[in-house]
C-alpha cells in the first residue's frame, strides 16, 4: 500500500509464478493429418530466432518445409515468401541476429523474418551445403561441390558471397569471441590446416599449418571456450589430446596429455561436448579414469570430475547445477570433482529444464516419463500420452517443444508447460473482445499521474490517465474523433501542462501538430499547428523553449523551436544545405546544453550541442572523420559526463563518453572486441552508479556499470545465475535504489518483468504475467509513479492491458525540472529504512539557497519557476551556501514507514541578478 502522509493509493500486488499441480501436454498441431504412420510430418531441426521455433516438417502436400511455432495450434505455420512459395527441402538451417537461414536441395539460399515480405530466396550456390555457422548478423557456410568452399551472407543477394574454395575438405566453423570464424581444412585424416576468417576474401588467412589436428569424417568440431576453442588434435608423440587455439599460430597447440604416449585420452567420436560459463565437458579416459572431464583450457584447469562408461550425449542446465546424460546414467555436477555425483542410475533420456524442473524419460520396467524438482529434489511420475519418443527437446518461453509419438505412431509436433498464471490486472480497458486487449503504449508520469495511449475499440489510440487504480483511469479526450487515432506521441512536461504530438484528419488528410493537456478533457487543446507533413518527434525542452526535429519540402528534417507560440514556432538552424535536411535526433540536455546528433555533407551523422543560439551552435567531435558516421545514439547524461554509444570502424558501436570539447570525447571501453561492437544501451542511474546493458563476448546481453574510465567499466553480473536471462535491447530499466526493474527475457520465462537486486546482484521473475510463449505484443518498459511500477503486458484473457508492481523498495526519482531549465541539479539516493539518504546537489554563481520537503502534491509555480515541493508551505531541510552541497539524512527505522511518499526540491536566491532559481524535483519513497 502506497501511504503519501495520509494520501492512499491503491495498487495490485503480482505475485510470483507458481507450478501447477500438474504437468500440462499438448499436441501442438497435427501438421500432417492422419492416422498411418507415414502421416507423419516428423519436426526436425528445430531453431530458435527471437521467441518463436523454426522448423522442418511435413505436411503431406509441399513435402519437407521450414514452418514456424509460438506453441500454439494457431501459431504454427508454414513459412512462405509474398508470392506464397514455401522454402521447400531444407537441408541446414541457422538463425543469426536478424535472419533464419535455410540451405535447401539445390543449394539456395532463403532467409526468413517469419513474414512474408521477410522470406526471400537470395542466391544460388552450384554444390552441396554441408555446415552453418551463425556469427552476430552474419551466417558462414560450407558448400561440397567439386571442391569445398566457404561462404557469408548478411541475408542480402549482394552480401552473399564467396570467401574461399579449397581443394580440401572444409570443417568445424566455430565463432570467436573477437567476431571472427575458425574453420579446418584437409583430407578425412590428419594432418588439417586451421584457418580462420573475418567474413572478407582478403581476411581469410591461414592460422597454421598442418598441426595434426583430428576429426574423421568432421565428428570433432571445434568448441569456443574463453577467448578461444578446444578441439582434438594428435601427433605421433601423444596421440589424439585436447587442443587449444586462440586464431593465433603461436597460441595453437596441445593443452595437456591426458594419456601419457602416443595411445592419446580415446575421445568418443559418438559424444558431445557442452560448454558452460567458461568450461567444456567431455568424455575421455587417462589411463586410469574414464569418464567425464572438463577444461577451460588450460592444463591446470582440465581435471577428471566423474567416472562413467558410454558416451555423452545430452546435457541441461539449471543455475549452477549442470546435468548430464552419459551412457546409461544421469549425473549432476556443479563443474568441481566434489561436486559432481550419480543422480539416477536407470537407462535415461535427458530431455531438458523447465523453471525449476528436470524433465527425462527413464527405464523402470518400460519407459516413464519423470520430473526432477531441482528445489525440493524429489521425483514424481509425468503423465504423458507420447511416452518414450520425445526427440529434438526446445525450450520456448515457458514450454518444453517437441517431436513426439503417440500410441497411433505419427510423430507430430507436442508442448508440455509446468507453469500457470500468478498475476492479476490493474485495469482492464477493452473488455468487449476477449483477449484483444487496448493496445497500451506510451506511459509517461507527469505530475503524479501516469499517462498512456491505449485503444478501447470506441475511441481509437487516444490518450488516457490514472492514478494507479482502477476506477481512476479514464479516457482524457477523444482527440481524433471515433474510431481513428491521434496516436499521441512523444509526452514531455513544459510549463507546468503535459505536451504531446498527436494526429487529427480532414478527410483523407492528416495533421500532425503540437498539444497540451491538464489530465483533463476541457483543458487539452491544440497549441501549434505545424506544417502538412512535418511528421515531427524528438520533443524537449530546454532554457524554456521546446526543441523538435520537423520535416519541410523546402529545408527538409531540420531542429525546430517554439517558445509555446504560434509565432514563436519555427527552424531553429539549417545544417544540411539540401532538401534532405540533416535528420537531427537524440535531444539531451546536459551541463547547460542542448545535445543532439545531426548529419551534414562534409561530417556524416556526428554529435552536436548548441546553447540556444545558432551561433553557440557546435560540432563537438568528428569521430569519423569525412563523410562516413560515428552515427551517436543513447545519449545519457549523468554527473559531469555524457555517455553515448557510437561506431567507429575498428571497434563497431561501443561506448563513448564526451565532457562538451573535442579532446575530452574518447571511447571508454572496447567491451566487445572486434568490429561487431557491444551496443551499449539502456543507461540508468542508480545508488551505485551508471548502469547500462552491453553485449559482451562470452555470456551474451549483459549488466554493466561504468564510471566513465575504461578501468571502471566492468560487468555486474551474469544475469540470473544460469537462467540465461537477457536484458532487452533499447528498454531502459527503472531505478529503485541499486535495484532496477527491468523487461527480459531467459529460457523458461518469455518477455515478463524482472528484478535485479544490487546487494546480492542476482536477478528474479517478479511475475509471468502470460504463461507460455506469448504472441503480439508482450511488455512495454516499466514507468516509475508515486511508487508504483507500472508497465502493459499481455494477459491470458484480457489480451495486452495495465499491470502495477507495488514493491515496498525504496526509490528516487527526478521529476520535471528546474528555472534556468536543467541549470540546476538535485539527485538523491533511495531512503531505504535504517540508512542515510545522501542528497547532492550543484549550482553554479554567486548563489544561496535551500533544501526543502513536502508531502506529494501537484507541481504549480512560484517566483516564475516550477514549484514540486508547495515552498510556501513546505518544512525547511537545510541552508545551502557552497555550489556543491552533500546532505545526509537519516531514514526511520520503523516498517510502519514503509510506503510514505515525499518531495524535495532546492530554492536558490541569485545574489548577482537578484532573481530566483530552483531545482528539478525529487521524488522518494521510504521502503526497503
Known amino acids: 500500500m502506497m501511504r503519501a502522509f495520509g494520501f492512499v493509493v491503491s495498487a495490485v500486488v503480482l505475485s510470483l509464478p507458481v507450478l501447477a499441480q500438474s504437468p500440462n501436454l499438448r499436441l501442438v498441431k497435427d501438421i500432417a493429418p492422419g492416422i498411418e504412420t507415414y502421416h507423419s510430418s516428423d519436426p526436425a531441426m528445430f531453431t530458435r530466432f527471437g521467441n518463436q521455433l523454426y522448423f522442418v516438417a511435413d505436411d503431406g502436400e509441399h513435402g519437407p518445409a521450414l514452418w514456424k511455432t509460438d506453441g500454439t495450434k494457431s501459431g504454427t505455420m508454414l513459412i512462405v515468401d509474398d508470392a506464397k512459395n514455401p522454402i521447400l527441402k531444407p537441408k541446414l538451417v541457422s ?89 579446418g581444412a584437409g583430407s578425412q585424416l590428419p594432418p588439417y590446416d586451421i584457418w580462420r576468417t573475418d567474413g572478407t576474401r582478403a581476411g581469410t588467412q591461414l592460422v597454421k599449418a598442418a598441426c595434426a589436428a583430428y576429426w ?103 543455475k549452477d547445477r549442470i546435468f548430464f546424460e552419459i551412457g546409461s546414467r544421469l549425473l549432476e555436477s556443479d563443474g568441481t570433482p566434489s561436486g559432481t555425483r550419480l543422480l539416477l542410475s536407470d537407462d535415461v533420456r535427458l530431455h531438458g529444464v523447465l523453471g525449476d524442473k528436470l524433465v527425462i524419460e527413464a527405464d523402470r520396467s518400460g519407459w516413464q516419463s519423470l520430473v526432477f524438482d531441482t528445489t525440493s529434489r524429489t521425483w514424481s511420475r509425468y503423465p504423458n500420452p507420447v511416452e518414450g519418443t520425445w526427440q529434438d527437446v526446445t525450450n520456448l518461453g515457458s514450454q518444453l517443444v517437441f517431436s513426439g509419438q503417440a500410441a497411433r505412431g505419427d510423430r507430430e509436433l507436442w508442448s508440455s508447460d509446468l507453469t500457470k498464471d500468478g ?31 491505449a485503444d478501447d475499440l470506441v475511441h481509437g489510440q487516444e490518450l488516457w490517465i490514472s492514478d494507479g487504480t482502477a476506477q481512476g483511469t ?64 524528438s520533443l524537449t525542452v530546454y532554457r524554456d523553449r521546446l526543441y523538435f526535429a520537423a520535416t519541410t519540402q523546402v529545408e527538409g528534417r531540420e531542429i525546430w523551436v517554439s517558445d509555446g507560440t504560434q509565432a514563436g514556432t519555427k527552424i531553429f538552424a539549417d545544417f544540411g544545405p539540401s532538401k534532405l535536411g540533416s535528420y537531427p535526433a537524440e535531444f539531451t540536455v546536459h551541463n547547460g546544453e542542448l545535445y543532439f546528433t545531426a548529419a551534414s555533407p562534409s561530417t556524416g551523422g556526428e554529435l552536436f550541442a548548441t546553447d540556444g543560439t545558432v551561433a553557440g551552435t557546435r560540432l563537438v567531435k568528428e569521430i ?47 567491451i566487445l572486441p572486434g568490429t561487431s561492437g557491444s551496443l551499449p544501451h539502456a543507461f540508468v542511474r542508480t545508488d551505485d552508479g551508471l548502469r547500462f546493458v552491453a553485449d559482451e563476448p562470452i555470456d551474451g546481453v549483459e549488466l554493466w556499470e561504468t564510471d566513465g574510465t575504461t578501468a571502471g567499466t566492468r560487468r555486474v553480473t551474469n544475469s540470473v545465475a544460469g537462467l540465461g536471462t537477457m536484458f532487452l535491447h533499447a528498454v531502459r530499466p527503472v531505478a529503485l535504489g541499486r535495484n532496477l526493474f527491468f523487461r527480459g527475457i531467459h529460457a523458461t520465462v518469455a518477455i515478463e518483468p524482472f528484478y535485479y537486486d544490487g546487494a546480492t546482484h542476482k536477478t528474479y521473475v517478479i511475475a509471468e504475467t502470460t504463461p507460455g510463449y506469448q504472441t503480439g505484443p508482450t511488455m512495454t518498459p516499466g514507468v516509475l509513479c508515486r511508487g ?141
Not at 240 to 246: H, K, L, N, T
Not at 627 to 649: G, H, N
Open 423 to 453: 498475476t492479476r490486472l490493474l485495469v482492464e480497458i477493452n473488455d468487449r473482445v476477449l483477449a484483444f486487449g487496448s493496445n497500451i503504449e506510451s506511459l509517461f508520469v507527469h505530475d503524479g499521474s501516469l499517462y498512456f495511449v
Open 216 to 318: 574423421p569424417l568432421g565428428e570433432y568440431p571445434f568448441r569456443q571456450v574463453g577467448k578461444g576453442v578446444v578441439f582434438w588434435g594428435s601427433d605421433v608423440v601423444n596421440g589424439v589430446e585436447p587442443w587449444w587455439s586462440d586464431g593465433t599460430t603461436a597460441g595453437t597447440h596441445p593443452i595437456v596429455d591426458l594419456n601419457a604416449g602416443a595411445g592419446g585420452s580415446g575421445v568418443d567420436p559418438f559424444s558431445q561436448f557442452l560448454v558452460h560459463g567458461k568450461y567444456l565437458y567431455f568424455r575421455a579416459n587417462d589411463g586410469t579414469n574414464t569418464g567425464l572431464w572438463r577444461t577451460d583450457g588450460t592444463s591446470s584447469g582440465t581435471v577428471f570430475l566423474h567416472a562413467g562408461s558410454g558416451s555423452l550425449r545430452r546435457s541441461a542446465v539449471h
Open 95 to 183: 538463425a543469426t541476429s536478424q535472419f533464419v537461414f535455410a540451405l535447401t536441395a539445390g543449394s539456395y539460399v532463403w532467409r526468413t523474418d517469419g513474414t512474408p515480405l521477410g522470406t526471400k530466396s537470395i542466391a544460388y550456390i552450384s554444390g552441396d551445403p554441408k555446415e552453418v555457422c551463425a556469427h552476430g548478423n552474419r551466417l558462414y557456410f560450407r558448400v561440397r561441390s567439386n571442391s569445398d568452399s566457404l561462404w557469408v551472407s548478411d541475408g542480402t543477394s549482394a552480401g552473399t558471397q564467396l570467401l574461399a574454395e579449397f581443394r580440401a575438405q572444409l570443417t568445424s566453423l566455430a565463432p570467436l569471441p573477437d567476431g571472427t570464424i575458425l574453420f
Open 624 to 670: 569519423v572523420p569525412g563523410k562516413l558516421s560515428s552515427a551517436p545514439t543513447q545519449l545519457y547524461s549523468y554527473r559531469d559526463k555524457l555517455f553515448f554509444q557510437a561506431f567507429e570502424p575498428s571497434t563497431g558501436r561501443e561506448l563513448w563518453v564526451t565532457d562538451g570539447s573535442a579532446a575530452g570525447t574518447h571511447l571508454v571501453r572496447d
Open 788 to 928: 508504483t511500477v507500472y508497465f502493459a503486458a499481455n494477459h491470458p484473457t484480457a489480451g495486452y492491458e495495465l499491470f502495477a508492481w507495488d514493491s515496498d523498495i525504496a526509490s528516487a526519482r527526478a521529476i520535471g525540472h528546474g528555472c534556468p531549465n536543467h541549470v540546476l541539479r538535485l539527485e538523491a539516493t533511495a531512503p531505504v529504512l535504517g540508512s542515510t539518504m545522501r542528497v547532492t546537489g550543484s549550482v553554479a554563481g554567486n548563489k544561496v539557497g535551500f533544501v526543502f520537503l513536502s508531502s506529494t502534491r501537484a507541481t504549480t509555480s512560484a517566483f516564475g519557476c516550477p514549484d514540486h515541493v508547495g515552498v510556501h508551505g513546505a518544512a525547511l531541510l537545510a541552508a545551502v551556501t557552497t555550489p556543491n552541497f552533500d546532505l545526509r539524512l537519516a531514514v526511520p527505522t520503523d516498517p510502519v514507514f514503509v510506503g510514505y511518499l515525499a518531495k524535495l526540491q532546492s530554492w536558490f536566491v541569485d545574489l548577482t541578478y537578484a532573481r530566483v532559481e530552483s531545482s528539478n524535483g525529487l521524488e522518494v519513497e521510504l521502503g526497503r
Open 474 to 537: 479514464r479516457l482524457v479526450l477523444d482527440i481524433a474523433g471515433g474510431l481513428a487515432s491521434s496516436n499521441p506521441r512523444c509526452f514531455t512536461s513544459f510549463d507546468g501542462a503535459l505536451t504531446f504530438f498527436a494526429s487529427t484528419f480532414s478527410g483523407n488528410v492528416e495533421s500532425v501538430d503540437l498539444w497540451k493537456t491538464d489530465g483533463t478533457a476541457s483543458g487539452t487543446v491544440r497549441w501549434i499547428t505545424l506544417p502538412t507533413d512535418a511528421n515531427p518527434d
